[in-house]
């Protein structure tokens, strides 16, 4: 037998053993005398994406079309092998179908799957579930086979499979809502008046507490602002809470309690990795109905926040993204909101380049706004650094060679650290995670990140310890952590 997805699936067709494969892999070898060349083709293909270091007869023959879908398929299958769940499964099982259009007995596992039960035998098919899969198959949501929509043959639905592997809980987008608002710039030449108002779109999600959020940009320089819920006809006024100029995030709440009937708040979920599937969703140009688009996570890194020129933890993804997406949510393949889409490049030269504000960004705004009763906004260390990365520049500095940091160019006149840290000094660690040479620092196994990343993971106020070669000499100096105080006042909405 092998361990897919937390699923022990073991193929016995009479009384021949089973192929096995490197990783644990099985795969009956009577398979042949029930596919065509097709599916036969396409099921030691579907062995190799799913254990890459599988030893399979291949057929001597491979349908194109299988190694398309399946280098499709391949990594998600991966992904989803190795977090224990069973999703998976039901995309192979897709596959095949497509692929030989007879494979009873796996029609019959996907019946199983779709009612939730205890796995028994199936036509000669046993099936074991793992203690921790029921949770994994409540994101399948396959529905009830209505009787007359089964196929006679198969027992499930091409159709049903296709919505149940990619959009696990439609009921999602009933929490997505369309932001209208009002707007009037200030006029800097006459600062008495306002200049003409106009209007813009754009969208935002419910999530707990009977609030909404958008970006801070839909709402920007707001006179008036109002929500309508998807399916709804009905605008209701909006009352801005809080704006996070920064991280480019906006807090709403609608005092109507007719807005908040059968709401269902979405749940935040963790930062994604890399060839992650995501989902956006929002209300575009090119139509007033809700609209979805889906892709993978290219890049995660700290990235430039256009809105306000701050350089926060982004999620770069190759999913469309519109005018009037800006405040949407995207989710990943269980439903839950990984971040809020805000901007993208437009650019000829570049394609498929969009931006989402990931959920610790979006944690640390409701934190703040939680504790102080106001977003009082994301702190600084207020230095200009540089690079380090060029030996004779280090060893002018007195560094050792096991040392590794970033110099100080400059120190903001205003920043708290100016009595703390001095120009020149060599930033070696900031409360005890050490600072590259390439003024990066550990972000998750195998990956690294931007030092700004860590400053800005602390509120106004907290402290901070930070290692500091001065002069030759290690010392550790402890500095609050505040906005940069700035002389001519920023306009905020």
């Known amino acids: 037998g092998s361990v897919c997805g937390g699923l022990r699936l073991k193929c016995i ?19 042949d005398t029930h596919l065509p060349m097709a599916g036969r083709d396409l099921l030691y293909e579907t062995a190799h994406c799913l254990f890459p270091d599988c030893r399979a007869s291949s057929c001597s023959s491979v349908s194109v079309s299988s190694i398309a879908k399946l280098h499709r398929l391949g990594p ?16 192979c099982f897709r596959t095949l179908w497509r692929e030989s259009g007879c494979i009873t007995k796996l029609g019959q596992v996907c019946k199983c799957l779709n009612k939730g039960e205890k796995f028994t035998t199936i036509e000669g098919s046993k099936i074991e579930e793992d203690d921790h899969v029921s949770s994994s198959l409540t994101y399948l949501k396959l529905g009830k086979l209505q009787e007359e929509t089964r196929n006679p043959a198969y027992g499930l639905n091409d159709d049903m499979v296709l919505d149940a592997v990619d959009f696990p809980d439609v009921s999602i987008f009933n929490a997505v809502v369309k932001v209208y608002c009002i707007s009037a710039e200030p006029d800097y030449s006459l600062p008495w008046q306002l200049r003409r108002q106009y ?9 707990a507490g009977k609030r909404l959020l958008t970006n801070a940009h839909c709402v920007e320089h707001h006179t008036q602002v109002k929500v309508k819920k998807t399916g709804d006809d009905t605008k209701y006024i909006a009352t801005v809470l809080a704006i996070g100029v920064e991280c480019d995030i906006a807090l709403l709440s609608v005092e109507n309690e007719d807005f908040w009937k059968d709401a269902q708040p979405l749940r935040f979920g963790g930062l994604p990795h890399l060839q992650d599937a995501v989902t956006v969703v929002g209300y575009p140009v090119g139509g007033d109905t809700i ?19 701050s350089e926060l933890l982004a999620l770069q993804i190759d999913a469309a993204i519109n005018p009037g997406n800006s405040g949407g949510p995207a989710f990943n393949d269980n439903g ?54 060029n030996p004779d520049l280090r060893n002018y500095l007195k560094m050792k060679p096991t040392q590794k940091g970033i110099l100080v160019k400059r120190i903001e006149p205003t920043s708290p650290s100016k009595n703390v840290i001095e120009e020149g000094d060599v930033l070696l660690s900031f409360d005890g995670i050490p600072i590259a040479n390439e003024a990066t620092v550990p972000f998750r196994p195998g990956e690294r990140i931007a030092f ?10 907290d402290q901070a310890e930070i290692g500091i070669l001065r002069d030759g000499k290690e010392i550790k100096v402890k500095t609050v952590l505040r906005r940069t105080a700035r002389l001519v006042r920023v306009w905020n909405g």
């Open 76 to 91: 998600a299958c991966r992904r989803q092998r190795k977090a224990g769940q069973s999703a998976f499964l039901v995309k």
């Open 452 to 461: 700004a990343f860590l400053v800005s993971q602390k509120f106004t106020g």
């Open 291 to 309: 609209s979805v688009t889906r892709g993978v996570v290219s890049r995660i890194e700290v990235a430039s926040y256009a809105h306000a020129d």
């Open 336 to 389: 839950d909101c990984v971040g809020i889409a805000f901007q993208t490049i437009s650019d000829v030269a570049v394609e498929n380049i969009g931006y989402v504000i990931p959920t610790t960004v979006v944690s640390h705004f409701l934190t703040d706004y939680q504790r102080n009763g106001h977003y009082t906004g994301i702190p600084a260390l207020g230095v200009t650094i540089q690079k380090l990365e």
């Open 199 to 207: 209007a813009s779109s754009g969208s935002g999600f419910m999530i």
């Open 13 to 31: 067709f009479g009384n021949r053993p089973t192929r096995n494969f490197a990783l644990g892999c099985s795969a009956c070898s009577d398979f």
